[in-house]
């Protein structure tokens, strides 16, 4: 990914900031200017949130073939996540073995390397979810 | 709005076609759909060629002029314009091109499809095939399209009970249709056995249940009542184009068993006929994997949700059945020439309402519906076929 591209979304990536509604509270993930809901009604209506990170699995699967850029990962677990506040997210699943995974299971964000040096040069890191460790 | 007709049809096979490059692909089906019109270049009024991925892995933009170029049809100046909708690039050229006529802007429109996927390495096809999900929210986070269907396939078993075994019958029944496919990539039969015991490429999701992306090119021309009258020969009607979007992201839908974009696009075509699912013969759906068949019989109406598994095991999607799903052996055993698929899938139905299919013809077929899916469902376009009355 492009310098400039993955620079403009680093607080998303980094700290699950995404934005609420204050016309109607809906929040979504990631940063919207517009709710997808209210449309032109939340003009300067949305406000920048940081999520909570903990959520809940709604599916999952594991990788076996990725591109050449993951192909040293895999195999690795992918799931989409519901977080607690409603907007769900893509993301790999780590520090579980596929047999412990469940439907269902709550699951918290970790801030994690997401590849090698693209062609940019630019390390990516973002969040990944793992099992609840903290209280 | 006009009634619009198929008037020609062409297609070269499917496969690694390493000796054709793109142009003459695009060039052969053509010519292949004009002489079967009876058209002559200068009749035709203008062209939209679908690609999904020419302007990304070869760099090749303009592809509508291209073509246009190689036919000799530069010096007429007629309009020719490339359409993209990721690997529903095809249907969205067809509609284009039904809709110009329809219209009354264009009498007689040619829509044509092709992609050159091996030309580049087998890693670009796979991100060719994953740019049509979202980069930077799915497949930045390590997921390929392959991934995203396995998530839809692992909550279809949640909720429905789908297992291994009815996924696989799924590639079974396609590879059995495509064997009396000639233009196929992949004619030949496979078992349960083979497809369980292929290669895992993101669980459930194994190799043989993937459709692979290959070289073709396909082309359909299309025109109005009187146009079509003028040339005689064999009519198929456009009855129904319709095209609905859904979320970009998987993640983004408030379903991910189902195929909201393709239910809306059904419904709004079944609307503009005088039928329903019950009334269709034949199906060329976009099975790009085996699970994504299940999911679009039942968004499409013809299955309530979680029935299409069982009917696919008792053989209700095949010869004989209720109808016959993907007769050309679909995505799996023809390939996925990404941007020439739809209109593959439309060429296809066409030739079964001709009675043109050889060895594979559905009996007694009179209407048609083809769907294309882009991505995970953030495009699906819907067509009905019928046959267009005698002369």
Known sequence: MQVPRYWREQSERYKLVGSKCNNCGLRVFPRRSLCPDCRHESQGQMEEVRFEGTGELVTWTRVHEALSDRELETPYLMGIVELDEGPRVTAQIVDLDPEEVEIGMELESRFRKLGEASESGVVHYGYKFGPVVSD | ?391
């Open chain 2, 1 to 391: 709005m006009r009634d619009v007709f198929i008037v020609g049809v062409g297609m070269t096979e499917f496969g690694e076609l390493w000796e054709k490059a793109l142009r003459e692909l695009i060039t052969e089906a053509g010519l292949e759909a004009v002489q079967d019109a009876g058209v002559r270049g200068p009749d035709i009024d203008a062209m939209y060629v679908a690609s999904a991925s020419a302007g990304r892995l070869l760099g090749q933009q303009q592809l509508g002029v291209l073509a246009l170029d190689e036919a000799g049809l530069a010096g007429h100046h007629v309009p020719a314009t490339r359409i993209e909708a990721g690997d529903a690039s095809g249907a969205a050229a067809l509609r284009s091109a039904a809709l110009a006529v329809a219209s009354g802007a264009h009498d007689v429109v040619v829509a044509g499809g092709v992609e050159k996927m091996t030309d580049v390495l087998e890693d670009d096809a796979t991100r060719a095939l994953a740019s049509s999900a979202d980069m930077e929210w799915e497949g930045f986070f390590g997921a390929t399209l392959p991934a995203l269907y396995a998530m839809m396939a692992r909550s279809h078993a949640a909720e429905h009970g789908t297992t291994r075994d009815q996924l696989a019958h799924v590639a079974v029944k396609n590879h059995e249709h495509g064997a009396d496919n000639p233009d196929a990539a992949f004619p030949f039969t496979t078992s349960l056995e083979s497809v369980k015991g292929s290669p895992p490429v993101s669980d459930p999701i194994r190799m043989f249940d993937c459709a692979s992306p290959v070289d073709g090119a396909a082309a359909l021309v299309l025109a109005d009542r009187d146009t079509a009258e003028q040339l005689g020969g064999p009519r198929v009607q456009i009855t129904a184009t319709a095209q609905a979007s859904d979320a970009l992201a998987l993640h983004r839908r408030d379903a991910i068993t189902e195929l909201a974009s393709s239910q809306a696009a059904a419904e709004e075509a079944f609307a503009e006929t005088d039928h329903g699912p019950e009334d269709v013969d034949l199906a060329e759906l976009h099975d790009v994997y085996t699970i994504a068949e299940l999911i679009s019989l039942e968004s499409l109406g013809f299955y309530e949700p979680g029935m299409a598994a069982t009917a696919t095991v008792k053989g209700r999607t095949t010869h004989g059945g209720d109808l016959v799903v993907n007769p050309s052996g679909g995505l799996k055993a023809r390939g996925h020439a990404l941007g020439a698929t739809g209109l593959a899938q439309a060429a296809e139905v066409a030739a079964q309402i001709r009675r043109d299919a050889g060895e594979r013809q559905v009996e007694d077929a009179q209407v048609g519906l083809t769907q294309a899916v882009a991505g995970t469902g953030g495009t699906s376009i819907v067509h009905v076929l019928e046959g267009g009355g005698e002369l």
